[in-house]
């Protein structure tokens, strides 16, 4: 998968007002990121869920955050609503055309029809445009429900 973040305005965020710094490394609660920070190459409305519509292409991707040194998990909560094939996508961690964290997808994985799914990426110096991206296949119809992110400490 190519990066997305080429063509688009790139944010630095933290996930409580001013919206211009990184998270504080001392900060090791879960932040719910806002899901209208994020972009996505299929018809959203601002602020609600992603829901694919069957195309293949990315569901989600951004916001290019900027995270100091350190430990971080992600995780994005999923609700599989129709899956034809048994792959049905991926969920990755890139920062300047580096793959920090990767998982694919799978239609058992969604045993009762929503997953989370956990990543986790270290970052050695600080670290700009980090994208979280969800990618869907063909045939897929899914909702992103909530993604947040959480400092777990340095390696």
Known sequence: LEPTYHNYARNIVEFSAPFNVYIPTYDT????????????????????NF???????????GPY???P???????????????????LGSIDLVANN??????????????????SVNLQMSCD????????????????IMEVQSVAVKDIGMD
């Open 65 to 67: 955050f900027t995270f």
């Open 29 to 48: 609660s879960k932040k719910k990121i806002n899901l209208s920070y994020f972009l996505s190459q299929f018809e959203t409305k601002a602020g609600k």
């Open 51 to 61: 829901i694919s519509n069957g195309d293949a292409g990315y569901l989600l991707f």
């Open 125 to 140: 110096e600080i670290t700009e445009h980090i994208e979280f991206r969800l990618a869907v296949s063909e045939g897929t």
């Open 69 to 87: 040194s350190g430990k971080y998990e992600w995780e994005m909560v999923l609700a599989l609503i129709e899956g034809s094939n048994d792959y």
């Open 98 to 115: 580096n793959i920090y964290a990767q998982s694919d997808l799978h239609a058992l994985d969604f045993g009762d029809g929503t997953i």
